[in-house]
Each structure stands twice: as C-alpha cells, then as structure tokens.
C-alpha cells in the first residue's frame, strides 16, 4: 500500500515502536511519518519517549500488523505452540529492531532469546517463495497433522 501513496505509518507491513523516535531503519524513512501526529509531539520525539530503559518488548506499543493479529488469534484460541514460537510470530515484522539494530535500548535479557529465534524463523519465510505452485492436496495431510497438534480442535475451520 505504501508504493499506492498511503502513508508507512498506517499500512500493513514492518512494524515500529510508537511512543519514541522514529528509528532511522524503518522503511521510507520519517518523510513517511510527516502526517501522523507523533511525529509533532516532542513527548515521543527522544530516545526513550514514554518508555524507561530496557523496560523489554512487552512494554512497548508496536504498530499493528498481520503478526500481532495472528499471535493474538493463537493466544486467545490457547493454541499449543511454544511461547518462543508465539514470539517468532509476533516479532517478525519487526525489521527496525531484529534487522535494523534499533530499539535495542529498550530491550530487556528475554528480548535478546526472543531475537535469536526470530532471525532463525526468517530464515524460512522471507525470500524463500517459489514460482512453483505446490500440490495442496499431497501436502494437506501433512499440514493437518500440524493443525491438529498445535492449535485446539475447534478454532481453526477451513
């Protein structure tokens, strides 16, 4: 959406701490932050913002975004996936910080664990598309076993 002119700030895609500085890695840069009002606020204009030092990612309010919205959905339905795996999911769009270096000020000892299984998970997602569509039905079975594992009977209907 940002390539169709709507603004970084309010699209889907890498996420960003609100309520501090805009990190210098985020994408399109602050130019993209000239119409969200933050910007403007000088309460959320400095390094640490609203937030106290290494306070950890719990504490920070991050942009929404399609991880935040499946880690909610996984946690609220008591899917059965590791809590290092919820995090992968939810930090993964969070490029300023596990690709970008930024933030590291306000994280915390469990934020760096949290860091190691988030870089190992994109291994296996970014940039490994293919151009070959696979064979649903001969991999169903297999991603059914998945489902029916880690995720409560019930929550997820197809």
Wanted: glycine letters at 6%; one cysteine or more.
């Amino acid at each position: 959406m940002a390539f169709y002119n709507e603004p970084q700030w309010c699209v889907v895609g890498d996420t960003f701490v609100v309520g501090c500085k805009w990190a210098d890695s985020i994408v399109y840069g602050p130019e993209s932050f000239k119409d969200n009002p933050d910007t403007y606020n000088p309460k959320y204009n400095t390094k640490y913002g609203m937030y106290s030092p290494h306070c950890g990612l719990e504490k920070l309010l991050i942009s929404w975004s399609h991880d935040e919205y499946l880690y909610q959905f996984l946690k609220h339905n008591n899917a059965k996936i590791p809590e290092k795996g919820l995090l992968m999911i939810r930090y993964h769009s969070f490029y300023p910080w596990h690709a970008g270096g930024d933030y590291r000020h306000l994280t915390n000892e469990k934020d760096e664990e949290t860091l190691k299984w988030v870089l190992e998970f994109n291994k296996y997602d970014l940039y490994t598309k293919s151009e070959h569509v696979p064979d649903i039905k001969a991999l169903w079975p297999y991603y059914e076993n998945l489902i029916e594992k880690y995720i409560p009977c019930g929550i997820c209907e197809f």
